[in-house]
């Protein structure tokens, strides 16, 4: 069943698939993603289930995954207001939006951590093995820091990819299309640079906004885990929406279907 609010203005009537694309979208700014959590007229009731979501064991966060997964296909398709108010009668339907993503996450990172660790490894016993060959401490202080920025320039170049892979699992719902090279190379390559200088923008950002929820006497912390997940899902979609403001490729956008909470508003 097709939602209320779908239209053939919103989504084109030859490929109902794509999205319509972006014309002069303004620049990635991690400030407006913020700004965007709060600018849901929703935004207590929304982050409160969102952190409900997230302190529920294992499908908690596959459901918080499936309804960003609506937001940004709805993002889209233009729909007048995307962020969906979250109700526990689409629980189970979010749940299986999310599993997409879940996967492409387990199956990107779980690699990528074996390889992180492995290269944590070598360069610990690289930091002892040069401070017993010259007996200075500095030197095996000097290798760590090199290593350390080494590994840290490692991990920003992952989450290019990763953000890369979400943004396609958001919109197509589809572990093959998340993983289709032949789309997913191209979109890396032409937002590679953003993202990057994005993600430690937005690292320092969060890392703030974590302070602000710590001096809360620990109480805020929760919430703001849930604000800065929210607001990752804003800043992902003004990096694909730029892309498309530059002449990139659509990506194929699952097929708009009405929520169970919507399908009930209707009878």
Not at 36 to 51: C, G, M, R
Request: aromatic share 10%.
């Amino acid at each position: 069943m097709q939602p209320p609010w779908y239209s053939e203005a919103v989504v084109p009537a030859h490929d109902p698939g794509l999205s319509p694309g972006a014309s002069g979208a303004p620049e990635v700014s991690v400030i407006r993603a913020l700004k965007d959590v709060f600018a849901d007229p929703e935004w207590k009731h929304n982050v409160l289930f969102a952190l409900i979501f997230m302190i529920i064991p294992i499908v908690g966060p596959i459901a918080l995954s499936g309804w960003m997964c609506e937001i940004q296909q709805r993002k889209a398709r233009r729909h007048p207001s995307p962020v969906v108010y979250i109700e526990f009668a689409d629980f189970g339907e979010y749940i299986k939006k999310g599993l997409t993503v879940f996967l492409v996450s387990l199956v990107s990172t779980l690699p990528l951590m074996v390889v992180l660790y492995g290269l944590l490894g070598a360069m610990a016993a690289f930091v002892f093995m040069t401070m017993s060959a010259t007996g200075e401490a500095l030197a095996g202080v000097a290798v760590g820091l090199v290593g350390g920025l080494v590994t840290a320039l490692i991990m920003l170049c992952v989450g290019v990819v990763i953000n890369a892979l979400t943004t396609r699992a958001e919109l197509t719902e589809n572990f093959g299309e998340a993983f289709r090279m032949s789309e997913l190379m191209p979109y890396i390559k032409a937002t590679f640079w953003r993202v990057l200088v994005k993600n430690i923008v937005f690292g320092f950002v969060a890392f703030g906004i974590v302070l602000l929820g710590m001096l809360a006497c620990y109480v805020g912390l929760y919430p703001a885990v849930a604000v800065i997940q929210i607001a990752a899902m804003h800043l992902r979609f003004q990096v694909y929406e730029e892309y498309l403001s530059r002449g990139g490729a659509p990506i194929r956008v699952k097929e708009a279907v009405a929520l169970p909470s919507e399908q009930r508003a209707q009878y």
